[in-house]
């Protein structure tokens, strides 16, 4: 039964114990909050550090609810991220980022990043798809603005954004529970449950736990709608207004030069008296709140005292996001309306693995870090839009005699999609030596390496297409530019790519206590 009195009860005192402790928090809130980061690699304060570094603290995180990626990006200056949802954003810093492709293969054909994204002392920035690692039990998320090479290395001309996990507090046992609920307006509802858990088995281990589950709801609708290879611009003329509201131009119009094909009507259309064109119709997908997203993780950690100068600092985590649908609308259907044709999906698991050890050596302080990172995105993406920008896309889903002959014949329905499995290794090493920061010359010495695999499977799929050829035979069905084609025996035609990279470096750093601030990259 709900105990209504206890209740107000608890409401009552937490009111009279704010109204008493009012003063106290005026006065406090007029001090000016000192912040430490690491942005030199070592903690000091951001009135200290001759570096444009900003930070969340934890509490901020709390009181503006952030939790995800794009959250946490949103609230330090100069900072955004955009892409096409979670596990696929770009970040920007001071409008800067590099430019990726936006389909399934960006893992493989996307540029190297040129902003920095880092969890605690392991690099994670990937090409094509940023890690979406969800902020729980964090410390303070740091951003470096400006090129940062020297200390973080490569990807990180435009800037760096590090993630500070809290670490295993040997002072006590206590542990924490967070759970929340929230509407979205004109969509879903939200939930999310954090429980973190912080233990001292010894005089010299301590380990600290933390699981979360957020789960969010939809926003965007999928509505009814039909489309046709007629869209192409190789079936219209120049200067026609397509459905996606851009005009057909020269050098796409017309199906084929010299054909001959004629508007007389003046619809925009060519004439094809004798090809019919199949639509491809969503009305199985019609739905509204289309995207949902869940993020599913945990993170344990242990810190152990080797000695009274060294310690290692040991960490799991484990996330696995899964998410339906897009994340982006077409403002000319409606607000936050989108015409898709496709199951689209996500599935991205990231797993990752680090060791910090930390210790003083010749009176300097040293910490050898590194990092085991693994990754697999399985995922379906629609792009049957592919219609408005692929010039040829026509002659994989209409027969060939639409295309030579007496233009008849058939052009399938374009709802094209693409399912794609990716899969990712990153290995990292770093050593630095630093000397002691009271001293009025300061240096960093260090030397990283980092050794990256990534490898991509997409099959793009033209499901209109009702006639396939068998393995080394003739035939002439859809998909077919020329008759009586044929594969031979014994080959296989295939897109394996992959991409692997490495990168070592050496850096030495030097800053003096009045901040005049020498860089020297070996």
Excluded at 456 to 474: D, H, I, K, N
């Amino acid at each position: 039964m709900f105990q209504k009195k206890k209740v107000n009860h608890a409401v009552a005192s937490v009111i009279a114990a704010g109204i008493a402790a009012s003063g106290a928090s005026i006065a406090s809130s007029q001090a000016i909050e000192e912040v430490i980061v690491t942005a030199t690699k070592s903690a000091a304060s951001t009135q200290d550090i001759p570096v444009a570094v900003s930070a969340v603290t934890a509490e901020k995180m709390d009181q503006m609810g952030v939790s995800n990626f794009q959250d946490y990006l949103v609230q330090l200056p100069g900072v955004t991220a955009g892409g096409l949802g979670p596990g696929q954003n770009t970040i920007y810093i001071r409008g800067v980022a590099s430019t990726t492709p936006a389909t399934s293969v960006a893992g493989v054909s996307g540029l190297a990043p040129n902003v920095a994204f880092y969890l605690d002392e392991q690099p994670l920035a990937q090409p094509g798809r940023n890690l979406d690692i969800y902020a729980a039990d964090m410390q303070r998320v740091e951003v470096l603005a400006g090129p940062q090479g020297t200390l973080f290395g490569s990807g990180s001309q435009a800037g760096t954004v590090r993630l500070i996990t809290n670490k295993p507090d040997p002072s006590g046992v206590y542990g924490r529970l967070k759970v929340g609920a929230s509407t979205i307006n004109e969509g879903e509802t939200n939930n999310n449950f954090e429980a973190m858990y912080n233990l001292p088995v010894s005089d010299n281990v301590t380990l600290r736990g933390v699981f979360y589950n957020d789960n969010k709801g939809g926003y965007i609708d999928n509505v009814h709608g039909t489309l046709t290879a007629e869209q192409s611009a190789r079936f219209r003329v120049e200067g026609a207004m397509r459905s996606n509201g851009v005009p057909v131009s020269a050098r796409r119009t017309g199906f084929q030069a010299g054909a001959g094909y004629t508007d007389s009507d003046g619809d925009g259309y060519v004439e094809l008296p004798n090809v019919t064109f199949l639509a491809a119709d969503n009305s199985d997908l019609v739905e509204n709140d289309i995207n949902d997203l869940t993020y599913t993780g945990a993170r344990l950690s242990a810190l152990i005292n080797l000695t009274d100068d060294w310690d290692v600092l040991l960490s799991h985590t484990r996330q696995e996001i899964e998410s339906d649908g897009v994340f982006f609308a077409d403002p000319d259907l409606g607000d936050l309306e989108i015409q898709r044709y496709t199951d689209e999906m996500i599935e991205d698991d990231i797993e990752n693995t680090s060791w910090t050890f930390t210790g003083r050596m010749a009176g300097l302080d040293v910490v050898y870090t590194g990092a085991f990172t693994e990754r697999t995105t399985d995922q379906v993406i629609g792009y049957t839009d592919y219609l408005f920008v692929g010039q040829y896309l026509p002659y994989y889903i209409c027969d060939y005699s639409v295309t030579y002959g007496d233009q008849t014949g058939t052009c399938y329905a374009p709802n094209l999609y693409a399912p794609s499995h990716s899969e990712a290794e990153v290995t990292t090493h770093e050593i630095r030596v630093s000397s002691d920061p009271d001293n009025s010359m300061r240096y960093t010495a260090g030397v990283f390496y980092s050794d990256s695999y990534v490898t991509e499977r997409v099959s793009f799929t033209y499901p209109g297409s009702t006639l396939a050829q068998g393995w080394g035979g003739e035939g002439t069905g859809p998909g077919f530019a020329y008759p009586n084609y044929s594969y031979s025996d014994g080959y296989l035609y295939a897109n394996d790519p992959s991409r692997q990279e490495k990168y070592s470096e050496m850096i030495l750093n030097a800053q003096t206590s009045n901040l005049v601030y020498l860089e020297v990259n070996i």
